[in-house]
């Protein structure tokens, strides 16, 4: 049964910085990519980041290139999001989602991913 478990999120200063993780079970990390996007209040799901399967190459979304690191661990069968220079537009809740197709180069569309995470709620506010 594939779950994708997130954490890592909380409350944070402008300037801070959280490291997300998304812990895998049911797949391995090593055949399909990983996706990261986040829902603000009010707003629509957007991609902000996500990592493909073999050299493990990140793509990030122009908000947060520069800012947000994505990397994985294949023997934990987890990735990471650390995320620095947080601003009050990152806050929103984060979902971690497994691309649908094994051995595919990663994108930020939505709905190219099958399984998604519960997701963690990270807020920047002083």
């Known amino acids: 049964q594939v779950q994708l478990v997130e954490s890592g999120g909380g409350l944070v200063q402008p300037g801070g910085s959280l490291r997300l993780s998304c812990a895998a079970s049911?797949?391995?990390?090593?055949?399909?990519?990983i996706g990261w996007f986040r829902q603000a209040p009010g707003k629509e799901r957007e991609g902000v980041s996500c990592?493909?399967?073999?050299?493990?190459?990140?793509s990030y979304s122009d908000d947060v290139k520069g800012r947000f690191t994505i990397s994985k661990d294949n023997a934990k069968n987890t990735v990471y999001l650390q995320m620095n220079s947080l601003n009050s537009e990152d806050t929103a809740v984060y979902y971690c989602?497994?691309?649908?197709?094994?051995?595919?180069?990663?994108?930020?569309?939505?709905?190219?991913?099958?399984?998604w995470g519960q997701g963690t709620e990270v807020t920047v506010s002083s």
């Open positions: 049911g797949f391995s990390l090593g055949y399909f990519a």
């Open positions: 990592i493909s399967t073999g050299d493990g190459y990140g």
């Open positions: 989602a497994v691309h649908r197709r094994a051995g595919s180069s990663c994108s930020l569309t939505s709905y190219e991913y099958v399984y």
